[in-house]
């Protein structure tokens, strides 16, 4: 069973994403819906991977992003914009689409042998 943090300031993608997550018979961490409790729960929490929505209340993920890089834990991006709104260096990170499918979710996580 991997820790998943879920990082989504919505809550019905949150809870979305959660069900997906927990079906695949993971455990889940948060949802973040802040980007402050996101940056808490990528410094301090025991993670295998993570899902980071891009755009938290109108604040970037990416410093989350960044010291999930640090720790060596994978992760990737969801967002509304697809890769238009990926920066440099995250250009180049696995994305989804919003609106996410379950079954999306569920093939990247299995692809990944999470």
Known sequence: MARILIVEDEML???LIEDVVAELGHQIVGPAMR???????????DLDFAILDINLAGKQSFPVADIL????????????????????????????????????????????SI
């Open 13 to 15: 993608v949150a809870m």
């Open 35 to 45: 980007l402050e409790t996101a940056l808490v729960a990528a410094e301090k929490e």
């Open 69 to 112: 890089s640090m720790r060596g834990i994978p992760f990737m991006f969801a967002s509304g914009y697809g890769a238009d709104g990926l920066v440099d260096p995250y250009r180049s990170a696995l994305i989804l689409q919003k609106p996410i499918a379950p079954e999306e979710i569920a093939r990247v996580l299995m692809r990944l």
